[in-house]
């Protein structure tokens, strides 16, 4: 069974901030212990041992270890395991030093930490069940469906590319669409005019966008314009006065399987997750309950007399959902 690691935040910034230590070597010194508060139980024996702890072996599987828990958090800002072994293997030798501590004082019979261990417990048990449950899910054989399908559907769709000149007043608006009739240059207007500051240095181009990329009112007026046309009275929006010119529109495209698939594995284990609880709660008999530990009122319940106050509803008597530990 994998073990589970508490890092702490300074452990974490230490390796993110690329502490130099030596690398693990037979008989090299370590530096001196620092607390932390993490739990790491012994390797297989087979392990060579680098410390030693009240006769408990710290083996470097054990530091191994520690170090991938802390590169799944850290991710590629994580330091090579030799550069900073001995400063992993020193925050073992200091939670050894503490549980053992603790367990001297009998801490782990206090109500506070049974509170902690079952909490842990439950989570651990979720944690384990959810990675079973997902198995396989995010294999490319299993999301492929579900990308085709989504490629499907971008084929009925139409994106356009459009710049627009942002403006305050529709005054400033109809100025603009009136030089443009003259013949003025679109996209050296939009540098001169406009209040958007993420288009105005280019033109006000806003490159390919579908129309539920951009609020309805602006959207209902770009698609509305034929590739070459601007609009001939100014659009509202709750960011100001806009001119919107149409240059091109073609089919929407589909993002890539690679694009997809981080969205489409995510949307594949929700749905497991989802039908995987209503199994269960179908199978459970499962009752919620006001927060005065009231039953639930019958789902016909009878209605108050006239005049009469009517009573505080207590929830209906549906399943409660999930709630992580």
């Known amino acids: 069974m994998a073990l589970r690691y508490v890092i702490p935040a300074f452990v974490l ?8 230590y030596t690398a693990y070597a037979e008989n090299a010194p370590a530096p001196a212990a620092t607390p932390v508060a993490a739990q790491v139980a012994p390797a297989p024996a087979a392990s060579p041992k680098v410390a030693e702890v009240g006769g408990e072996a710290i083996t470097k599987a054990d530091v191994e ?12 800002g994580a330091p090579p395991v030799d550069q900073i072994f001995w400063m992993l293997a020193d925050q073992i ?20 930490v049974q509170s902690s261990l079952k909490m842990a417990r439950e989570q651990i048990l979720q944690e384990a069940y959810v990675r079973k449950l997902f198995e ?15 490629a499907d559907s ?14 305050e007043n529709e ?17 050296q207007l939009a540098k001169e005019s406009s209040k958007d500051p993420g288009s105005k240095d280019n033109g006000g181009d806003l490159g390919f966008f579908a129309q539920d990329a951009m609020v309805p009112e602006f959207a209902a007026a770009a698609f509305a314009l034929e590739p070459g046309k601007v609009s001939q009275t100014p659009v509202h929006t709750q960011f100001g006065w ?4 149409v240059e091109e529109r073609r089919p929407r495209q589909a993002p890539s399987f690679e694009e997809a698939k981080p969205e489409l594995v995510s949307q594949a ?21 006001n927060a005065a530990g009231v039953p639930p009122m019958p789902v016909e319940a009878p209605a108050p007399a006239a005049g009469a106050a009517p009573a505080a509803e207590a929830p209906a008597a549906t399943p409660a959902p999930a709630a992580a530990q």
Do not use: C, W
């Open 154 to 167: 971008f084929k009925t769709q139409q994106e356009v590319h459009a710049r627009h000149i942002l403006v």
């Open 269 to 289: 284990q929700q749905e497991k997750l989802e039908q995987t609880i209503e199994s269960l709660r179908l199978k459970a008999n499962v009752q919620r309950f």
């Open 93 to 112: 030798i200091a939670s050894r030093l503490i549980i053992k501590e603790a367990a001297a004082q009998n801490l782990e019979n206090s109500e506070e």
């Open 242 to 245: 806009h001119v919107i010119k």
């Open 13 to 20: 910034a230490a390796v993110l901030g690329g502490i130099g």
């Open 65 to 76: 270890q520690l170090y991938n828990a802390i590169k799944q958090r850290a991710g590629a």
């Open 136 to 150: 396989g899910i995010d294999s490319d054989a299993a999301l492929q469906p579900r990308y085709q399908q989504l």
């Open 171 to 187: 005054e400033e608006a109809k100025a603009l669409i009136a030089k443009l009739a003259a013949g003025g240059d679109f996209a």
